[in-house]
C-alpha cells in the first residue's frame, strides 16, 4: 500500500526556518500530485501548499505566501516544503498528501493518501 512519510518538523524560533519532506513508497510523486497540509489543537486541518505533477504549477494559502515554498526531487521520489520566516501562528501538525489529480486542489477530499503528519512548534 501507498505511504507517505514526513520528516523535518520540530521547534524552531520565531523568524527561524524548517524545511519538511515528504517520501512516498509505492507512489511516483513525479505522476502525483502532493499537497501540504496542517492542523492546528482545536482547528480544521487547513491547505497550505500543493504541487502539480502534470504542469509543476504550485498553490499556496495566503497565509503562508512568500514564505513558503514547495518543490520535488522526482529522482528521490520526494516533495519538500521550505518553510521561512516561521510565525507562532504556523505551528501545527504538517501533514503530506497525494493524489492522482492532474490539476492543483485545496481541499483534503481531492487527495487520496496522508501521511501521519510532523508536529511544527514555532516560539515567540
Known amino acids: 500500500q501507498v505511504q507517505l512519510v514526513e520528516s523535518g518538523g520540530g521547534l524552531v524560533q520565531a523568524g527561524g526556518s524548517l524545511r519538511l519532506s515528504c517520501a512516498a513508497s509505492?507512489?511516483?510523486?513525479?505522476?502525483?500530485?502532493v499537497g501540504w497540509f496542517r492542523q492546528a489543537p482545536g482547528k480544521e486541518r487547513e491547505f497550505v501548499a500543493a504541487?502539480?505533477?502534470?504542469?509543476?504549477?504550485?498553490s499556496f494559502a495566503n497565509s503562508v505566501k512568500d514564505r513558503f515554498t514547495i518543490s520535488r526531487d522526482n529522482a528521490k521520489n520526494t516533495v519538500y516544503l521550505q518553510m521561512n520566516s516561521l510565525k507562532p501562528e504556523d505551528t501545527a501538525v504538517y501533514y503530506c498528501?497525494?493524489?492522482?489529480?492532474?490539476?492543483?486542489?485545496?481541499?483534503?477530499?481531492?487527495?487520496?493518501?496522508w501521511g501521519q503528519g510532523t508536529q511544527v512548534t514555532v516560539s515567540s
Open positions: 498528501a497525494a493524489g492522482t489529480r492532474r490539476s492543483l486542489a485545496t481541499m483534503t477530499r481531492l487527495y487520496d493518501y
Open positions: 504541487t502539480s505533477w502534470s504542469d509543476s504549477s504550485t
Open positions: 509505492r507512489l511516483a510523486f513525479s505522476r502525483a500530485l
